[in-house]
T-cell receptor, first 114, second 113 residues
């Protein structure tokens, strides 16, 4: 199957700082990528849909000014958590859709805000 | 996308077949059944999908009932590494229908020695 790479795998940051997470499709072009968040013992919750060259579409309750998404190329989408707070600590997962419309997931990024 | 119902947890003995059920009674004619699994602290991994025929690949078999209202994922010889949360998802396949995946609670499969 297609490979989606997320970086970093884990990050610890101080409250008030910003953190950028990268999601790359390594062997295919992805016009659409999805960002999910997963809290402990819970399921994945969709945060936003990222479309190459256009603004992301955010799910209800997700602050677009706090979770900045950039999808500037067909192989890279970034999620920046701005002014992070401890409640933003979570497992962030990206997914990229290939030209057959199948979704492949990154390995996830564990963010801890201290 | 149609909603799915799965048991929250199941146990299986190592080497035995693991049969994970999923109910999707409101599935539409153009919706596929997808299965993913998530091993602890990793991203979801695609397993298999089908529309109405039974499917088999190197990982698992998918049995879909004739009325398509339920399905069963079968891991023929479960190993300890198959311990994970298994998600059954129904969604429109192909085309450009949005296609973000909506995850329910899944089934936490524990394979025991």
């Amino acid at each position: 199957g297609a490979v989606v790479s997320q970086h970093p795998s884990w990050v610890i940051c101080k409250s008030g700082t910003s953190v950028k997470i990268e999601c790359r499709s390594l062997d295919f072009q992805a016009t659409t990528m999805f960002w999910y968040r997963q809290f402990p013992k819970q399921s994945l919750m969709l945060m936003a849909t990222s479309n190459e060259g256009s603004k992301a579409t955010y799910e209800q309750g997700v602050e677009k000014d706090k979770f900045l998404i950039n999808h500037a190329s067909l192989t890279l989408s970034t999620l920046t958590v701005t002014s992070a707070h401890p409640e933003d600590s979570s497992f962030y997962i990206c997914s990229a859709r290939d030209n057959r419309n199948e979704a492949f997931f990154g390995q996830g990024t564990r963010l801890t805000v201290v | 996308d149609a909603k799915t119902t799965q048991p929250p947890s199941m146990d299986c003995a190592e080497g035995r077949a693991a049969n994970l059920p999923c109910n999707h009674s409101t599935i539409s004619g153009n919706e596929y059944v997808y299965w993913y699994r998530q091993i602890h602290s990793q991203g979801p991994q695609y397993i298999i999908h089908g529309l109405k025929n039974n499917e088999t690949n190197e990982m698992a078999s998918l049995i879909i009932t004739e009325d398509r209202k339920s399905s069963t994922l079968i891991l023929p010889h479960a190993t300890l590494r198959d311990t994970a949360v298994y998600y059954c998802i129904v969604r429109v396949g192909g085309g450009n229908a949005g296609n973000m995946l909506t995850f329910g609670g899944g089934t936490r499969l524990m394979v025991k020695p």
